[in-house]
């Protein structure tokens, strides 16, 4: 016969309330901080500087695997550069070199580099010419998915810390990497023999080298052998927080000291508040309304001109406030060729109906619904405009349905694809850490590349394969901006919506950290308190 | 029925609502759109290496054939290694190819474990709250249902249930954070940054509590044996603590079976909004990432732990009231 198990309430009670106190100590013991009841919500001294970011990162730290926003203000911190370009309004193309000293122009397809001596890499590895060699010649293969090469290149090693750029085997000026030098991260020769080490851990010579992955936060310390001397933040975290509500509670709390992508009502807490400062800042990002160049209906210009003609480009202003600003071609105000296109399409009911008729849609008649993707939770106010732009062309008789997607799966639908992309438009900007325009321009409408748009146009690649060959930077700036930024602007691939104005936000007593207009920072010389 | 043969078969019927739970979520997560292949290898990636990976990660076989596998793992504590996050790392949430295939993922398992004793705190401190505020209001609610204590409980419950949570918590990390400094609450570093969300998720169950417990209450005194208390010469408090709390413990433990699973439910929001790093917040990721491992590993974790809890809560109260058994 089997025992009955005794348990009476007094007993339950007494063992929930032993059992409640033991598992509360197991639980909670080895996280419970005794100080926190005399402990202030904002403390600050001896902080390290932690980066509360909109984008994570992608986990394979190789370089050239990416185009992640996130991953590219990361390397900034680790990588080192042969230069690097402030990109300042009153000066936006003047150059500082890094780990390089001197840059000389041999001739059209030789860029000579005098290289910067006594620079390390994190493992301890000297910095020298073969370094960039490597770097350069694993980049700018066909293969590499990151692309922000105009072409492929050999570098030849003159000696220990000089190097040349040679591009004549492909057919194309070295002068190119005059800019882009600013905004590829110099890897070590060893993790280029290897790419898995490349991609399993960080190793750079900038002033800051990566120490752990902490769930979502990226840990970095302070370089002491960093060739300006050991920055006066012992430690940068890069903090990925999705939510931009917890972004600005955070720096408003302090527990973070920058925070980025914020939205203008956001703007205005953080400033009612006080003690914290803005840098507000027109960025290398333009945001477009990408076509689907490849499919019906937009692979008629006559279409793309009707949508770009209804849409007022003026109310999306308004909608954006301090996160937008004009802009008048195919690149952002503070990219080199810039330049205010004429008879750039502007809000005209009209001339829409006028290019609809052209394509055989009179009204919109016959068109099938189009999808306009676009995504929430990283760009601002993308659903507000959205609704806008899809109600001005519904109202031209376009018929548009918005697709509203979570980051994930619009980056999942973002891309060309063979018979072109998913939907017929998508939302997306292009944010380069430098002011070459072909980063842009190149990446996204030339036929080897139309990541987005899936384009083919021989006139446009004539006009982009001439700029990029053109003999002299000042050719070049010229052809860009009376040949290639009309040209952009008459096939209409995207329409250019806006220029984007990156907000960060930082408490008062961050002092000297630079954010470069595509938000990647300089903390060298950066102090807190 | 004999107890032991009681918790026999509530854990076969536990095991029999895990499985079931686990296929459903396993078969949405292949239904719904969006391929976790392309996540995985990014927009930029051909057509034909989405396939071709697709076809080699088993993820074209019919449904059914994918749980089988992924069952047969689970019986041997695997869960799985997740698609979108590296052991050294994060991956990000763009279209980008980011071609890491040879990079090594983390385990689903070490990925729970990792973030699950945060969420456990986070949701014991919640119902403690909870059961702080909910027995005085309720107890005093229940000992006169028609008195002024019944119509401020009710008011209380009225107002706890119609704020919705993360508001509540955006209001309180201004105030309470922002303004007056008192507790911290983005992030974790210390216990400190559990009390606000956690005061976030006991204003959520509080007025199902006080309810239970009033409701309760107000039953057992109108009991013959409680009204006579007084005549036997017990105390007013005596009555209370002594019988008729004791008595009314057992739908309060039933309550507090389905609450503290709830809480696991309501953990999500609240964690995303003050960036607490627990199974949430990770759940959350997990899903603007597809990551499916991940999401069906979190999925069988909290519907074992609602299951182990509502078994265990079932043997206690019939070991407090053995008639329940039958």
């Keep these: ?529 | 029925m004999h107890l032991a043969g009681q918790f026999v078969r509530r854990i076969l019927q536990g095991v029999v609502v895990v499985l079931i739970t686990t296929f459903l979520i396993f078969s949405i997560l292949r239904i719904v759109p969006g391929d976790p292949v392309r996540l995985i290898v990014g927009g930029m990636a051909p057509d034909n290496l989405v396939e071709e990976i697709a076809q080699k990660m088993g993820l074209r076989d019919p449904i059914p054939v994918q749980f089988g596998r992924y069952l047969s793992q689970v019986v041997q504590g695997d869960l799985g290694n997740s698609y979108q996050r590296p052991k050294n790392g994060m991956m990000g949430q763009g279209g980008d190819f980011n071609a890491n295939m040879d990079v090594e993922m983390a385990e689903v398992s070490d990925l729970i474990l990792e973030r699950l004793p945060y969420t456990l705190q986070l949701a014991g401190l919640a119902l403690l709250i909870s059961l702080i505020i909910s027995f005085p209001l309720g107890i005093s609610a229940g000992l006169k249902p028609k008195g002024f204590m019944s119509k401020i409980a009710f008011f209380i419950s009225s107002i706890f249930v119609s704020i919705p949570n993360f508001w509540l918590g955006i209001v309180l990390a201004l105030f309470i954070t922002i303004k007056l400094g008192l507790l911290p609450s983005i992030g974790y570093q210390n216990f400190a940054y559990t009390i606000l969300p956690a005061i976030v998720l006991a204003v959520e169950t509080c007025p199902f509590i006080i309810r239970t417990i009033s409701v309760s209450f107000a039953e057992i005194s109108q009991e013959y044996f409680i009204k006579s208390g007084k005549v036997r010469g017990l105390t007013r408090n005596g009555v209370i603590y002594r019988h008729t709390l004791r008595n009314a413990s057992i739908p309060l433990l039933n309550l507090l079976g389905i609450q503290l699973s709830t809480l696991l439910g309501g953990v999500i929001v609240v964690e995303y909004i003050f960036d607490y790093p627990g199974l949430g917040q990770l759940t959350i990721y997990a899903v603007l990432q597809r990551d499916f491992p991940l999401i069906q590993g979190i999925a069988m974790v909290t519907s074992a732990l609602y299951v182990g809890l509502n078994i265990a809560v079932d043997l206690i109260t019939y070991s407090i009231d053995p008639r329940l058994e039958s």
């Design chain 1, 1 to 529: 016969m089997s025992k009955k198990i005794k348990f009476s309430r007094r007993k339950f009670m007494k063992f929930m309330a032993k059992s409640g106190l033991g598992a509360a100590a197991l639980t909670s013991a080895p996280m419970l901080n005794h100080n926190f009841l005399y402990n202030s919500a904002f403390a600050a001294s001896g902080k390290p500087l932690i980066f509360a970011a909109a984008e994570a990162l992608t986990g394979n730290w190789d370089p050239t695997t990416h185009t992640n926003l996130g991953q590219l203000i990361f390397e900034s911190y680790v990588f080192g550069y042969l230069t690097r370009c402030p990109m300042k309004p009153e000066n936006p193309t003047q150059l500082n070199f890094e780990l390089a000293t001197e840059a000389t122009e041999i001739d059209k397809f030789t860029l000579e580099f005098k290289l910067r001596d006594g620079v390390t890499f994190h493992n301890g590895k000297p910095f020298g010419a073969e370094d960039v060699k490597a770097t350069y010649e694993y980049g700018s293969q066909p293969d590499r998915p990151a692309q922000w090469y105009p072409g492929q290149v050999d570098v030849e090693v003159v000696d220990r810390l000089t190097v040349r750029i040679k591009t004549e085997k492909y057919g194309y000026p070295a002068g190119l990497f005059y800019y882009l030098s600013s905004f590829l991260p110099i890897l070590s020769a060893d993790d280029v023999a290897n790419p898995n080490n490349a991609a399993s851990r960080p190793n750079g010579t900038g002033a800051f080298k990566f120490v752990e992955q902490d769930g979502d936060n990226t840990i970095m310390e302070a370089n002491e052998n960093f060739f300006m001397g050991k920055p006066k933040i012992p430690r940068v975290q890069y903090n990925f927080v999705g939510d931009t509500a917890t972004r600005t509670l955070g720096l408003l709390s302090g527990e973070y000291n920058v925070t980025e992508r914020l939205e203008p009502e956001q703007v205005d807490t953080i400033v009612a508040n006080g003690g914290f400062a803005l840098n507000q800042a027109v960025s290398t990002e333009n945001k477009y309304l990408w076509f689907r160049c490849s499919k019906p209906p937009f692979n008629d210009i006559n279409m793309r001109k009707a949508v770009a003609h209804a849409i007022d480009r003026e109310g999306l202003l308004d909608i954006l406030g301090i996160s937008g600003t004009y802009t008048g071609c195919h690149v952002s105000p503070v990219k080199f060729g810039y330049t205010d296109v004429e008879g750039f399409p502007e809000y005209n009911p009209d001339k829409c109906q006028e290019y609809l008729a052209k394509a055989g849609f009179p009204k919109g008649k016959g068109l099938p619904e189009l999808e306009y993707i676009t995504s929430v939770g990283f760009y601002p106010k993308t659903k507000e405009y959205g609704e806008y732009i899809t109600a001005l062309l519904n109202e031209q008789g376009i018929p548009v349905k918005l697709s509203v997607l979570e980051l994930g799966a619009w980056g999942n639908k973002l891309y060309d694809r063979e018979g072109g992309g998913p939907g017929h438009m998508i939302d997306c900007g292009w944010c380069t850490g430098s002011p070459e325009p072909d980063l842009v321009i190149r990446t996204h409408f030339h036929s080897s590349s139309k990541r987005i748009t899936g384009i083919v146009d021989a006139d446009i690649d004539a006009a982009l394969d001439k700029e990029r060959n053109a003999p002299s930077v000042g050719e070049r700036e010229q052809i860009l901006k009376t040949e290639v930024m009309p040209l952009l602007v008459d096939k209409m691939p995207s329409v250019p919506l806006f220029g984007s104005v990156f907000i960060h936000a930082m408490a008062n007593d961050v002092k000297d950290l630079y954010i470069y207009p595509n938000g990647m920072m300089s903390a060298e010389t950066a102090s807190i308190g």
